[in-house]
């Protein structure tokens, strides 16, 4: 069976723009089950240059015929509360269809206007920036609280999730308005954390609300600090059990989306875009002559056999090292 592997906008761009681009999507084609987020299709939607937006679409059809579109993260979220919520004993979250074929015929048929996609682009702006907002709202709260005891202000993401996870604590109170939300229902601590547990999409973007929660509202940043990863970056914390891999072009918000998955028990390889491209061309090959590249493209080391693979060298290396890894 293939792995799944989820791309982030930036990754989508750096697979377009990288010079080994088609060797990716040959490796993609034989060894991965792509799922797209459909996040990252709005993202590409937003784009300002119809030149650019026409590269980024035709990038995101071309993986999906290796793969499928799964809805962005608020109607995933949706989704599996409301299957939850009308069938509790019976919830299984793996049951629940997430797929959004709408997306994937949209981007074959490229069904949108230019003034669709404008208004994508505002909503986006908008939306990032309420986000933003509503964390630096709460900081001059917490930091009158916590002027006295400052020991007790929270100085990594770990820190943050102990507060978090102890009782009463925010991550409780994320998901309880996530639940209530959706169905109107309120759900008491241990329901939440039942639900958390049977539901890992929806644990995953509660604790990639406690990131936002401890970078918005604690963290005390330095001049040279990067900027933190934003609200849709954290969002795609929702894509993660959904995938095996995981590949983002943008560094803070690979740290941030690998210590979700990790204080949220979610088994998922989060992989910068360089990591991912080398461990199908490694530097040592991508550095050599243009008749080697070629050979490979030409199919006489990587070949499809009635649509199937047999990966060869590049795939003997690309096992190596994920045993490494492990």
């Known amino acids: 069976m293939k792995l799944t592997i989820g791309f982030d906008t930036s990754a989508i761009n750096k697979l377009q723009d990288g010079s080994e681009s088609e060797l990716l999507m040959i490796a ?44 962005p993260p608020h109607e995933i979220l949706r989704l599996l509360i409301s299957a939850h919520f009308r069938n509790p004993s019976e919830f299984v979250c793996g ?66 999730v102990s507060i978090a996870t102890a009782r009463g604590g925010v991550l409780w109170g994320f998901g309880a308005e996530l639940y209530r939300g959706i169905t109107q229902a309120t759900l008491s601590e241990p329901e939440i954390e039942t639900f958390m547990g049977l539901c890992p999409p929806f644990r995953g973007a509660c604790y990639g609300l406690v990131m936002a929660w401890f970078n918005g509202a604690l963290r005390l940043r330095q001049a040279n600090d990067p900027d933190p990863p934003g609200r849709n970056d954290l969002l795609m914390a929702t894509y993660l059990p959904y995938c095996k891999r995981f590949v983002t072009g943008d560094g803070p918000q690979e740290k941030g989306l690998r210590e979700v998955a990790t204080w949220a028990a979610i088994t998922c390889d989060v992989q910068s875009f360089r990591d991912f491209s080398d461990s199908f061309v490694p530097p040592r090959i991508a550095a050599r002559d243009g008749e080697y590249r070629q050979t490979l493209l030409s199919g006489k080391l990587l070949q499809l056999e009635h649509k199937r693979c047999r990966f060869s060298v590049m795939h003997a290396f690309w096992r190596e090292n994920d045993l490494k890894r492990k």
């Not at 459909?38 to 980024?56: I, T, W």
């Not at 909503?123 to 964390?135: G, I, L, P, Y």
Request: net charge positive.
């Open 28 to 71: 993609l084609e034989c060894s991965f089950h792509v799922r797209l987020p459909g996040m990252s299709a709005e993202e590409v939607l937003s784009n300002r240059d119809p030149a650019r937006r026409e590269q980024l679409l035709a990038r995101c059809q071309q993986l999906l015929t290796s793969g499928e579109c799964l809805w």
């Open 95 to 160: 049951r629940v269809n997430v797929r959004a074929r709408i997306y994937e015929q949209s981007i074959i048929a490229r069904d949108f206007s230019d003034e669709l996609c404008a208004r994508q682009r505002k909503e986006q702006f908008r939306v990032e920036s309420n986000f933003e907002k509503m964390w630096k709202g709460l900081r001059p709260k917490l930091d009158e609280v916590l002027a006295s005891e400052p020991p007790k202000r929270p100085a990594t993401y770990s820190d943050a």
